[in-house]
């Protein structure tokens, strides 16, 4: 009966006729629903196994709307016909509920009747607005006409069309859009206003507080739909009837989303005025606060400045309010749905500070512990404000730090309970310095700073609570919660504006969760890795193009990301060279030095550098060049490593940094200079690479590379690396290379050179063979190196030399 | 599909089988009790209040008149006078005083034919400005009415010479939200809705949905229009966004098919108006919720606004009856309590709970 085989193409492939749905019988099997995904056709198929045509299938049909479920939870082929709930359809509890809320209900209405019923009423016509058009003679001409419509006339279906009418496909017919043209109505906005004020003379008090409630209702409503403006005139309507708390709360909310911070101090205080514990308005006072600060902060205009701090002050002042406030903690905001607080559902709770009390309780001195036991209870029971001052007994009698320290974060819970967010922040602060990267208090200045919306400083700190212990659902969700709402507020580059998040000590770390801890780290530094990469690669690719001041930039943007990146600065130094910024460069050159001793680009390019600020600077003890202070490094390498065996890895190792490295040699100063790095092998370990290095470099007439690959050998060695390969072209080849590049730094290096060539094998009969030129190359070679003074050798080791050469 | 019991559940509270027809029902503001009005056996007018007592409902007061009443509303009265305005068979507005139901405070012969609708504005706190009533009837004209002022309407809308009379089928009040600022929403039998503006004498928007227009009803009276749903004939009803209205596209809507059968009426939850309550041909009411989309209007490509429809949700669903739900009325005072009345001569209470939820 399965029909795996065409599950593909359901439709269509069974002739349509052989039900009056064209589902045919075998697709009301398991496997097949199971296997559709097309959503209109398991509709189908559902609608058959409903009907009961092809027989009842009960699990069937259940399995069918359980498929079509998952694949659209809002399925119209889902909604069932139900009937109303009855006492046995709710607990016992719940049915009680119910019916006691509509008997209190009925109870108080009748007596509103009664009373309204009772009060003598008498037409108040004054504040009722004339009858239309009585007072205004054009208006009445404008519709004594009667006004009249002219359209074209629909004419409606007839009674015979509705004995036809399929109701399934008149119904069918609305998943398809209908674009039916409307006629253009223009509106007139100008005049649209609300008014402010509403005339309630006349009007019984309970007239005036339905009244009230409708107009605040209508305030929320606008809320909810984002309609703010609108929203604060309901509320300023409702006010105006009649001042109620609720209302000034509420609109103070929505002034908080229209930014209007004056407004929201005035509505506050007049809340605070009208109940002086109202406990609501005191935890929107410290987010106001905050808010208040943060704006100036944001904008650092200083005109907010004192309205917010006063305000804080003001909050601060109210002790007895804060003991009232013990009924607020559950989430008890009436109109949570119109103030939008992120307090709600907090995950923290007692019990979770009781396990922490209990530990610790053991090395309070007896009093205080008592005094903590008591807090922990009170909170336990939600009396957070008593809780409070229980804790603050205890801390001013106790100064231990780990002991405080739980106090502090005991005391900030609940602060945080009462909505009291800054000093939560306050008290997690001193708490965290007591015993820094405890977890709680981590934790819960992190909720306080969210809801003060100081997003980033929450968000490192549930960043740094996660690296103590990854595994806080919570935490996570808030971090993931607060990132979507700084990329809102700062776009993509967010990361570029959060503080940085301190590192937990491994210590620390919860053990069973590092592993996980650390992955989560990662992630975050794998996307800054990525930035970092792709940056660096545009900067590449700016040097390539030759659009050096950009590439500074990037390169720059690179160093923010990250500070020890050697590439990056020799990078950016060669950009700064090309641009003629030396100092800049030399500075580059030496950051980059700094992270990497031994980085020959940096020292190659500091020469540059160097060589571009005409000074002469003597890098390296052992060569005084500068020019080339990169051998002087190699030559260090050699004498500290083993001698015998030169590493053989010179080239240079980021492969991205190819590319520009030819780039600086071909435009360094000499401009002879061929890119040889990757062609040549500068360091030889045998006779045979030598030797084909030197031919490469003597083919390509490179005595720069020939330069660098003389410096490479120690000179006593050298018979054996030239061995029997020396001939005359080679021989003033070297000789070239000896008096153009290395005289003038290494005059020591080239009479070491000179003193052991000679000693090679073949180097009589090469020297009979040489060309007049050749000769007299090395004869200025030798008058060159007779004018040099030199601690190395004395003009008669030159005599000497020469004698064996000329 | 199991009904998880954290959506809201309508529950019944109470029912009474009547021997008349019941065509409306309304709550009295401010009290328990409510109006049944209808038409008895014998073509006569009947007019029933009853009252929430201990778990039941208890007849308080009845009155019979001569025509059969088609539909009433509190709308246009104060609180303190709760006076009823209905309108009958023959075309008569009545306005009541229920205290002394025997004479009409307020009578007008409004219309030639059957009043099918009427709904009033400006009373109870609901609505700046006059007290205004509007009636829609067969023969084609909405009007509207102030108490204040005898025998001729303030305004009477009616279709040109020559044109053919369409039947109006419901009436409401909207926008009304100052002074001057005053709309009526008619609609009609051949899926017209048209939308006058009061203040400036003018149809300000016209529609045809295609099929007969049964129902419609603003979220609000008194507020800048908002929404505006509108059911019809053949099971679908539309709800518009009024907020923004572009040049040639008018205001986006959304639509959805509820019923498999005639979508009699639609109320909003006077606590919260983007919940609302439709009642089907097939006996059986549906609770919707519009959801707001993101952004309510946005920038087409010529630089004008243009709403974006926001989407339904249905919150629940029974089935009350075989017969059609004639009305249904959420009380003002009490949330998710509402009383309907169906066909099958039954006046049912119900409550709906959790609204305050969703």
Known sequence: ?806 | MSAPLDKPQVVSHSQKSLNYSLFDSKWIPCSAKFVCLGSSCRGTGLMQIYELQHGGIKLVKETEKTKPIKCGTFGASSLQQRHLATGDFDGNLHVWNLEAPDVPVYSVKAHKEIVNAVDGVGGLGIGDGAPEIVTGSRDGTVKVWDPRQKDTPVANMEPVEGETKRDCWTVAFGHAFNDQDRCVCAGYDNGDIKLFDLRNMSVRWEKNIKNGVCSVEFDRKDIQMNKLVATSLEGKFHVFDMRTEHPTKGFASVSEKAHKSTVWQVRHLPQNRDIFMTAGGAGNLHLWKYEYPAKRSEMDGDGEERGVAGTLNLLQNVTLSTQPISSLDWSPDKQGLCVCSSFDQCVRVLIVTKLNRV
């Not at chain 1, 006729?17 to 097309?38: F, G, Q, R």
């Not at chain 1, 610790?360 to 007896?366: I, Q, T, Y």
């Not at chain 1, 073949?762 to 004018?787: G, I, K, Y």
């Open chain 1, 1 to 806: 009966m399965s029909l795996d085989t065409i599950s593909s193409s359901p439709l269509h492939t069974q002739p349509a006729s052989l039900t009056t749905h064209s589902v045919p019988v075998e697709h009301l099997d398991y496997k097949y629903i199971e296997k559709c995904s097309d959503l209109k056709y398991l509709e189908k198929i559902l609608g058959v196994l409903r009907s009961g045509k092809e027989g009842i299938y009960p699990h069937l049909t259940e399995f069918c709307e359980k498929h079509i479920e998952k694949l659209d939870p809002r399925s119209r082929a889902l909604r069932k016909e139900n009937f109303p709930a009855t006492s046995a359809s709710f607990s016992k509890d719940e049915w009680d509920q119910i019916t006691n809320e509509l008997q209190t209900w009925e109870n108080e209405i009748k007596i509103n009747d009664v009373e309204l019923n009772k009060q003598l009423f008498f037409c108040n016509d004054v504040n009722i607005p004339p009858v239309r058009g009585s007072n205004c003679s054009i208006q009445k001409v404008t519709y004594s006409g009667d006004k009249a419509y002219s359209k074209t006339c629909h004419l409606p279906r007839s009674y015979q069309d509705w004995d036809k009418f399929d109701v399934e496909k008149e119904c069918a017919k609305i998943d398809e859009t209908l674009t039916t043209k409307e006629s253009a109505a223009i509106i007139d906005d100008s005049l649209l206003k609300i008014q402010s004020k509403i005339d309630t003379t006349g009007l019984t008090e309970q007239e005036k507080v339905v009244l009230a409630n409708r107009e605040k209702d209508k305030g929320n409503e606008a809320f909810r739909a984002g309609d703010y403006e609108e929203a604060v005139t309901y509320y300023t309507r409702s006010v105006y009837i009649m001042p109620m708390t609720t209302a000034y709360n509420n609109r103070a909310q929505a002034e908080i989303k229209l930014q209007r911070w004056y407004d929201v101090l005035s509505d506050c205080e007049r809340v605070l005025q009208l109940e002086p514990h109202n406990t609501k308005e005191n935890r929107q006072a410290a987010v106001r606060g905050g808010m208040g600060n943060a704006q100036k902060k944001a904008h650092s205009g200083g005109a907010r400045g004192p309205t917010a701090n006063k305000y804080k002050v003001k909050a601060e002042g109210e002790p007895a309010a804060v003991a009232n406030r013990k009924n607020l903690a559950n989430g008890s905001s009436s109109s949570g749905s119109s103030t939008a607080q992120p307090a709600n559902g907090r995950p923290d709770s007692p019990g979770e500070e009781r396990t922490e009390s209990t530990c610790a309780s053991g090395a309070l001195p007896p009093p205080l512990a008592r005094l903590k036991n008591e807090g922990n209870q009170l909170f336990k029971n939600g009396q957070f404000g008593d809780a409070l001052e229980k804790y603050t007994q205890a801390i001013t009698g106790f100064t231990e730090a780990e002991d405080l320290c739980i106090l502090y974060s005991n005391r900030a819970a609940c602060y945080l309970k009462d909505g009291n967010s800054s000093d939560c922040i306050a008290d997690c602060s001193r708490a965290l310095e007591l015993q820094p990267f405890s977890l709680k208090p981590l934790l819960r200045r992190a909720m306080a700073y969210e809801s003060l919306e100081r997003y980033r400083k929450a968000y490192v700190d549930y960043k740094t609570a996660l690296q103590i212990d990854s595994s806080i659902q919570a935490a996570h969700d808030s971090v993931n919660r607060i990132t979507r709402l700084l990329i809102e507020q700062d776009g993509a580059e967010w990361r570029q504006k959060l503080p940085e998040i301190p590192a937990v000590p491994v210590s620390l770390r919860q053990h069973h969760t590092a592993a996980t801890s650390s992955t989560h780290l990662h992630k975050e530094n794998d996307t800054q890795e990525a930035r970092f990469t792709s940056l660096k690669t545009e900067g590449n690719e700016l040097v390539k193009k030759g659009q050096y001041q950009e590439a500074v930039g990037k390169y720059s943007e690179c160093l923010k990301l990250k500070s020890d990146e050697c590439a990056i600065f020799t990078n950016r130094a060669l950009c700064f060279i090309k641009l003629k910024r030396f100092a800049e460069a030399k500075q580059d050159c030496n950051s980059a030095l700094n992270l990497e001793s031994s980085n020959k680009k940096a020292f190659y390019r500091r020469a540059l550098a160097n060589k571009g600020l005409k000074v002469r600077v003597l890098p390296l003890e052992v060569n005084p060049t500068i020019q080339y202070s990169v051998t002087a490094l190699l030559k260090q390498q050699r004498a500290t490593g083993s001698p015998s065996q030169p590493r053989r890895d010179i080239t240079i190792t980021e492969v991205e940094d190819d590319d520009e490295e030819g780039d600086a040699v071909k435009s360094s100063s000499d401009g002879e200079q061929k890119s040889t790095s990757q062609t040549i092998n500068l360091q030889p370990s045998n006779a045979y690479e030598f030797g084909q290095a030197l031919n490469a470099a003597r083919s390509l007439n490179d005595t720069a590379a020939c330069a660098q690959l003389l410096r490479t050998v120690p000179p006593d060695s050298l018979p054996q690396y030239v061995s029997t390969q020396l001939d005359g072209h080679t021989l003033s080849f070297i000789m070239k290379t000896l008096d153009t590049h290395l005289l003038a730094s290494e005059p020591g290096v080239v009479y070491q050179l000179l003193d052991h060539l000679h000693t090679t094998e073949r180097f009589s009969m090469v020297l009979m063979m040489l060309n007049p030129d050749e000769r007299r190359q090395m004869t200025q070679l030798f008058e060159h190196l007779c004018s040099v003074d030199c601690e190395d050798f004395s003009q008669n080791d030159i005599k000497n030399l020469a004698n064996k050469y000329i």
